[in-house]
């Protein structure tokens, strides 16, 4: 089943994502823009609430076959299934990373953009241990440094290790009281944070 309406809503938070990436890249210093940020406005480019959403939609998606129409959850398919959807996207993103870092970065022509776009791609092939790159291709592994190849690809980490334990929230949601789900996502919002 599909809902047009999250797809809607999926855009304008893409739209919210690339605002916050195009004005993290430039030095913005204006009182406007400060008085922006702390207003509703904010909504328009506030690329971590919007990536929240995209996370919580991901896991409604995920979730409403087995809820609503009761179809069994195969845990092999179920994984299979995420894998081959998060790796392909994950592995473009890395190699068109080092492509891009080798062949057409120039550090120089980074000056007078922000101080968060030139944190990226502080690396040579020499430099970075071997565990380093296989840990990044664990993806859903200890934590990595984003910042080496793309720091997008964190988020597809995230999708990685919920799409391993929400079968476990399918399984609980299915088979406790309401009461009880509504307990254990209070207590899930907690640990989060």
């Known amino acids: 089943m599909r809902y047009k309406e999250l797809d809607g809503l999926r855009g304008i938070a893409a739209l919210s994502v690339y605002f916050s990436h195009l004005i993290g ?3 913005i210093n204006s009182s406007l823009f400060d008085r922006l940020s702390n207003s509703p406005f904010h909504i328009f ?3 971590e609430a919007a990536v929240t959403l995209f996370f919580l939609l991901s896991g409604f998606v995920l979730t409403l076959p087995y809820i609503k129409n009761r179809v069994d959850l195969n845990l092999p398919s179920f994984y299979l299934k995420r894998v081959f959807r998060i790796y392909p996207a994950f592995i473009v993103a890395i190699v068109f990373s080092v492509l891009l870092k080798t062949f057409l970065f120039d550090p120089s022509q980074m000056r007078g953009y922000s101080a968060w776009i030139n944190e990226f791609w502080k690396w040579s092939f020499k430099d970075i241990a071997i565990s380093e790159i296989i840990n990044t291709l664990i993806l859903a592994g200890r934590p990595f440094d984003k910042s080496l190849f793309d720091p997008v690809v964190g988020t597809l980490r995230v999708e990685m290790i919920i ?3 929400l079968p476990f929230l399918i399984f609980i949601a299915l088979r406790i009281k309401l009461v009880f789900n509504l307990l254990v996502l ?6 989060g944070k």
């Open 163 to 165: 799409s391993f334990i």
């Open 25 to 27: 890249v430039f030095v």
């Open 186 to 191: 209070f207590l899930l919002f907690f640990i």
């Open 45 to 47: 480019w506030h690329g």
